[in-house]
Nanobody, 118 residues
Framework: QVQLVESGGGLVQPGGSLRLSCAASGFTFRRSIMKWYRQAPDKERELVAF????????FYADSVKGRFTISRDNAEGTMYLQMNNLKPEDTAVYYC???????????WGQGTQVAVSS
């Protein structure tokens, strides 16, 4: 059974930091492009960052570049998103996504809420 379980969300003040985790199981994690998306209230879901299977290629949305860092541990089957200097506009539900290059399947987690407010 495929599972993507996000954790690490919460309420933080502007300028603060959070580290999100996405624990994966049930598919070939090490052959998957892993992505973080977010969806703010009344807005469309947007891609925040992605990392290729080996970690050799990484993409960031312009809005988070220089503040967020995506990483992965293929041995542990876990992806991370280190978020620094958080801003109120980063408030959203953050979702983990896996594009399994082996099976061509696409998987989603349930999301974790991040709220940035003073």
């Amino acid at each position: 059974q495929v599972q993507l379980v996000e954790s690490g969300g919460g309420l933080v003040q502007p300028g603060g930091s959070l580290r999100l985790s996405c624990a994966a199981s049930g598919f070939t994690f090490r052959r998957s492009i892993m992505k973080w998306y977010r969806q703010a209230p009344d807005k469309e879901r947007e891609l925040v960052a992605f990392i290729t299977p080996s970690g050799s290629n990484i993409f960031y949305a312009d809005s988070v570049k220089g503040r967020f860092t995506i990483s992965r541990d293929n041995a542990e089957g876990t992806m991370y998103l280190q978020m620094n200097n958080l801003k109120p506009e980063d408030t959203a539900v953050y979702y983990c996504n896996a594009a399994d290059l082996y099976s061509s399947n696409d998987y989603w987690g349930q999301g974790t809420q991040v709220a940035v407010s003073s």
